[in-house]
């Protein structure tokens, strides 16, 4: 079963621009993690925010954990044609010792 | 260091046949999940394996099996192929026990059932 879902589902942008990415989760959680996966290739690790974290920062990225709302943001600033990919956060599934669930994504193209 | 090594990159079968997908960790890690991608339902989790127990299981029948081997490296096999296995099957290594860490993703396998 689904644990988080992002918002938009597709996003186009301009090259220069900031692409916003939403994740909305259900249960508490310990963690959560941004992944970037380029067409038909495997998963690539972006960034972890633990649950006592607001706010990380890596490069042009930069995340946000709200766990009163239960959702988190990623934010890609001055994007480029090469952040073109596909977006997904995870979760663990419950506490304790737990896979990671992922959402179906967000699909950003960035126009040069 | 080596990344997650799948193999193979591609596969042709058809329904009814059995497949196997292999899995190489990154060294020194110990945990293999795996994962099947679908454009309809995404990223479904399939099975994690921690020094050759299996340490969780997703909602897939039966027809679905993995093990892992004392070296870490992990195989998965579905028999009785159906239409609907069609996918990119994904493998994952981590070195954590907890289960809470990132994961290191492999290419993939490529399954296409005819």
């Known amino acids: 079963s689904q644990q988080g879902e992002e918002d938009p589902q597709a996003l186009s942008i301009q090259e220069g621009e900031n692409a916003t990415m939403n994740c909305s989760y259900k249960t508490s959680i310990n963690n959560l993690q941004w992944y970037r996966q380029n067409s038909g290739r495997g998963l690539v690790h972006l960034i972890l925010?633990?649950?006592?974290?607001r706010e990380k920062h890596s490069g042009r990225l930069r995340v946000t954990l709200d766990t009163s709302k239960k959702s988190s943001s990623l934010l890609i600033t001055a994007s480029r044609a090469a952040d073109t990919a596909s977006y997904f956060c995870a979760t663990p599934r419950s506490s304790g010792n737990t896979p990671l669930v992922f959402g179906k994504g967000t699909r950003l193209s960035v126009i040069a | 260091k080596a990344g997650v090594t799948q193999t193979p990159r591609y596969l042709i079968k058809t329904r009814g046949q059995q497949v196997t997908l292999s899995c190489s960790p990154i060294?020194?890690?110990?945990?293999v999940s795996w994962y099947q991608q679908t454009p309809g339902q995404g990223l479904q989790f399939l099975f994690e394996?921690?020094?050759?127990?299996?340490?969780n299981k997703g909602n897939f029948p039966g027809r679905f099996s993995g093990r892992q081997f004392s070296n870490s490296r992990s195989e998965m096999n579905v028999s009785t192929l159906e239409l609907g296995d069609s996918a990119l099957y994904l493998c994952?290594?981590?070195?954590?026990?907890?289960?809470?860490?990132?994961?290191?993703f492999g290419s993939g396998t490529q399954l296409s059932v005819l």
């Open positions: 394996y921690f020094s050759e127990t299996q340490r």
């Open positions: 060294s020194g890690h110990r945990s």
């Open positions: 994952a290594s981590s070195s954590d026990r907890s289960g809470n860490e990132k994961l290191f």
């Open positions: 925010i633990r649950s006592n974290e």
